[in-house]
């Protein structure tokens, strides 16, 4: 597109641009940065070049106490002071001479340095002559007085020369400077230079660009103002419409929900009421038939004397009688127990609970905070159902040695809860299993009551780390229900 080509092209000219002016400034840096690395050493050098002519002073000075008229009387000290002297003189010169603090010495400098080495030569073979001589006490002897006057000599050439390498050192240091200077005002210079090029290049034409493309935009706008206004009149029907269309759809869903629920419900209900009727009936006529058996075989065994073989018969058939009845009882007691309707949820969960540890050996304990309190019929089946459910998997799947059931009920809430201590399950391969429709261990139907009373339910598990199952019914919900039951029954 156009607009592309041309931000490509401003973009390259403003790249450019800039990395002209990053490298003059880099350039610029690095020159100072070596003038001035140059420039660290000047001062130390003046400095080391003006202490030889003090040092060379000081030997003379030296030099003529020890050999005058009268010898002093710190001889040994003053001769360590003049050998300390003339070695550091000894140092300083050939630092200077060979270049060693800066890069190199100029051809100047060194042109100096070699006219004034006679002299350093004459005056150091003169004093290191005079601090042997004195050190052996040679102060008097004839050689040493001409090794002073030689000293004297050539010392105030050396000092001559000295402040000429001296001078020459500053007027050195002054013409870098003077160069920097120059350098700096040449790459500032350039750098405006450069800057105006992109003034006149770069930025001019796309201002220029930019005010034409703010045009195009304001009429743009104009025109997608209008539009705009169009579109929004549109938009506030369609919106209209959907929000319509979605009140009667979410009507309907909820309308098809309820319906559902209650089938359900009704069924769910009937079951129940088949169940107590099973329940009924087998507590009521079978059991009594049974216990009329028992009781009849009991007096057989009361009469006369039976053979062995007889009364063995008749022991085994009352054993056998003794435990139809319990199955008959635990069978009337699954499907509706009576303890559930004449004495409420906790009563029944109590024995349920009770019942699980004397058959299976698990330690299940109850736990519960409203023992004379009574709910509704439908949510006191729906949490015995849960209940009994949770704890029959438990029993099959869970591997466990415990078992903690627990009903507790606060101002705003109903809360059940089985937890167990087995081998747990992974929750993730549970949800695939019940994609695939394969067995879900009764989570399904516990899941399903809880939706029939508007309960909350989640089941937490991992493998190694039990299986924790909590139900949670809102007051306002147990209400409801507990309404809708009174109106059932009216």
Same mark, same amino acid.
């Not at 140059?38 to 050999?67: E, V």
């Not at 009991?298 to 435990?323: F, I, M, W, Y």
């Given at each position: 597109?156009?607009? $592309?080509?041309?931000?490509?092209?401003?973009? @390259?000219?403003?790249?450019?641009?800039?990395?002209?002016?990053?490298?003059?400034?880099?350039?610029?840096?690095?020159?100072?940065?070596?003038?001035?690395?140059?420039?660290?050493?000047?001062?130390?050098?003046?400095?080391?070049?003006?202490? /030889?002519?003090?040092?060379?002073?000081?030997?003379?000075?030296?030099?003529?106490?020890?050999?005058?008229?009268?010898?002093?009387?710190?001889?040994?000290?003053?001769?360590?002071?003049?050998?300390?002297?003339?070695?550091?003189?000894?140092?300083?010169?050939?630092?200077?001479?060979?270049?060693?603090?800066?890069?190199?010495?100029?051809?100047?400098?060194?042109?100096?340095?070699?006219?004034?080495?006679?002299?350093?030569?004459?005056?150091?073979?003169?004093?290191?002559?005079? %601090?042997?001589?004195?050190?052996?006490?040679?102060?008097?002897?004839?050689?040493?007085?001409?090794?002073? =006057?030689?000293?004297?000599?050539?010392?105030?050439?050396?000092?001559?020369?000295?402040? %000429?390498?001296?001078?020459?050192?500053?007027?050195?240091?002054? +013409?870098?400077?003077?160069?920097?200077?120059?350098?700096?005002?040449?790459?500032?210079?350039?750098?405006?230079?450069?800057?105006?090029?992109?003034?006149?290049?770069?930025?001019?034409?796309?201002?220029?660009?930019?005010? +034409?493309?703010?045009?195009?935009?304001?009429?743009?706008?104009?025109?997608?103002?209008?539009?705009?206004?169009?579109?929004?009149?549109?938009?506030?029907?369609?919106?209209?419409? @959907?929000?319509?269309?979605?009140?009667?759809?979410?009507?309907?869903?909820?309308?098809?929900?309820?319906?559902?629920?209650?089938?359900?419900?009704? !069924?769910?209900?009937?079951?129940?009421?088949?169940?107590?009727?099973?329940?009924?009936?087998?507590?009521?006529?079978?059991?009594?038939?049974?216990?009329?058996?028992?009781?009849?075989?009991?007096?057989?065994?009361?009469?006369?004397?039976?053979?062995?073989?007889? =009364?063995?018969?008749?022991?085994?058939?009352?054993?056998?009688?003794? /435990?139809?009845?319990?199955?008959?009882?635990?069978?009337?007691?699954?499907?509706?127990?009576?303890?559930?309707?004449?004495?409420?949820?906790?009563?029944?969960?109590?024995?349920?609970?009770?019942?699980?540890?004397?058959?299976?050996?698990?330690? !299940?304990?109850?736990?519960?905070?409203?023992?004379?309190?009574?709910?509704?019929?439908?949510?006191?089946?729906?949490?015995?159902?849960?209940?009994?459910?949770?704890?029959?998997?438990?029993? $099959?799947?869970?591997?466990? $040695?415990?078992?903690?059931?627990?009903?507790?009920?606060?101002?705003?809430?109903?809360?059940?809860?089985? %937890?167990?201590?087995?081998?747990?399950?992974?929750?993730?391969?549970?949800? $695939?299993?019940?994609?695939?429709?394969?067995?879900?261990?009764?989570?399904?139907?516990? !899941?399903?009551?809880?939706?029939?009373?508007?309960?909350?339910?989640?089941?937490?598990?991992?493998?190694?780390?039990?299986?924790?199952?909590?139900?949670?019914?809102?007051?306002?919900?147990?209400?409801?229900?507990?309404?809708?039951?009174?109106?059932?029954?009216?």
């Amino acid at each position: 597109m156009p607009y $592309k080509k041309v931000s490509r092209t401003f973009t @390259r000219l403003y790249v450019l641009a800039l990395t002209a002016v990053a490298a003059l400034s880099i350039l610029g840096q690095v020159l100072v940065q070596r003038l001035l690395s140059d420039h660290q050493t000047d001062s130390k050098i003046i400095n080391l070049a003006g202490r /030889q002519r003090f040092q060379s002073q000081l030997i003379a000075k030296t030099c003529l106490r020890l050999l005058g008229n009268s010898v002093p009387p710190d001889t040994v000290r003053q001769v360590q002071i003049l050998r300390t002297w003339l070695q550091r003189w000894e140092q300083s010169h050939q630092t200077l001479s060979q270049g060693q603090l800066s890069r190199n010495n100029s051809p100047e400098i060194n042109g100096m340095f070699a006219r004034i080495e006679p002299h350093f030569q004459a005056v150091r073979t003169s004093a290191r002559r005079i %601090a042997v001589g004195v050190g052996q006490g040679r102060a008097a002897n004839q050689p040493l007085a001409d090794d002073l =006057a030689v000293l004297l000599h050539h010392e105030p050439i050396f000092l001559q020369q000295m402040d %000429a390498i001296v001078a020459q050192y500053e007027r050195e240091a002054t +013409e870098k400077v003077v160069r920097l200077s120059r350098m700096e005002g040449v790459l500032l210079a350039v750098t405006l230079l450069v800057l105006v090029l992109e003034a006149l290049v770069v930025f001019r034409p796309a201002v220029r660009r930019l005010r +034409e493309t703010i045009i195009a935009l304001i009429e743009a706008e104009n025109n997608a103002l209008q539009m705009n206004e169009e579109l929004t009149a549109l938009n506030q029907s369609l919106h209209e419409t @959907r929000e319509e269309l979605m009140h009667a759809t979410r009507r309907q869903y909820v309308r098809r929900i309820e319906a559902q629920r209650l089938r359900t419900a009704y !069924v769910v209900q009937g079951q129940e009421e088949e169940r107590k009727r099973l329940a009924r009936d087998l507590h009521d006529g079978l059991g009594q038939m049974l216990t009329a058996l028992k009781l009849g075989i009991e007096n057989l065994g009361t009469g006369a004397e039976l053979a062995p073989v007889t =009364a063995r018969r008749l022991a085994d058939l009352k054993q056998l009688v003794s /435990q139809t009845i319990g199955e008959v009882r635990a069978i009337s007691f699954n499907l509706m127990p009576v303890v559930l309707n004449d004495f409420g949820i906790a009563s029944a969960l109590r024995l349920l609970t009770s019942q699980v540890s004397k058959n299976t050996g698990l330690s !299940v304990t109850f736990s519960t905070n409203m023992e004379d309190r009574r709910l509704s019929h439908e949510v006191e089946v729906a949490l015995y159902r849960i209940a009994q459910e949770s704890l029959n998997n438990t029993v $099959k799947y869970a591997n466990a $040695k415990s078992v903690q059931v627990a009903l507790t009920a606060s101002r705003d809430k109903l809360r059940l809860v089985v %937890a167990d201590d087995g081998i747990g399950f992974d929750m993730a391969e549970l949800r $695939k299993k019940r994609q695939g429709n394969t067995a879900r261990h009764g989570l399904s139907y516990i !899941v399903e009551r809880a939706r029939l009373v508007n309960a909350k339910i989640s089941v937490t598990s991992a493998p190694g780390r039990g299986t924790t199952v909590r139900v949670t019914l809102l007051a306002e919900e147990e209400g409801k229900k507990a309404a809708e039951t009174i109106g059932d029954e009216s």
